[in-house]
């Protein structure tokens, strides 16, 4: 059986990640990995099959940024018929306080989650930040440094 044969991209990924060893070989001390986890609600409210009633109209109108100053037929040509409305994506925090907003004037509430991780490599002894700007390379460098034996700080929101 032939032995795999790297592409191109491969071996220029890999002579990326390489170029950073100096993180993690004992040439420059105080480097840590900053591993920051974003907690994301994609939240979207969920009508009957024939739309939004005049209650969640006027719910809407209580809970939705914006709604509270426009007249409820404009909210109407806006939903009508509509089974779902989508409130976007927020920080956990925010979304929950939505949610409890939305849930109490009556409206029934979809919630998708998704976490957004991101790696920062971070000197403890200069107090600098390496800036890696292809988020791939930086993802890879980070995984690599960890496997390398660099420290890990964690953080959430």
Request: aromatic share 6%.
């Amino acid at each position: 059986m032939a032995e795999p044969t790297l592409n191109y991209i491969e071996i220029r990924f890999m002579q990326s990640v390489h170029q950073f060893s100096h993180l993690w070989n004992g040439t420059e001390l105080g480097w840590v990995v900053h591993c920051h986890v974003r907690n994301l609600q994609h939240l979207q409210l969920v009508f009957t099959d024939a739309g939004p009633t005049l209650a969640d109209i006027n719910a809407l109108r209580a809970v939705v940024p914006g709604f509270a100053d426009k007249p409820p037929g404009e909210i109407v040509a806006l939903v009508r018929k509509a089974k779902r409305f989508p409130l976007g994506e927020h920080e956990s925090a925010c979304a929950r306080k939505l949610i409890q907003q939305c849930e109490s004037q009556g409206l029934q509430v979809e919630i998708t989650g998704r976490q957004v991780v991101s790696y920062r490599l971070i000197n403890q002894i200069s107090n600098r930040s390496l800036i890696i700007e292809d988020e791939i390379i930086c993802r890879s460098v980070a995984e690599e440094a960890i496997r390398q034996g660099l420290g890990v700080i964690h953080s959430e929101e």
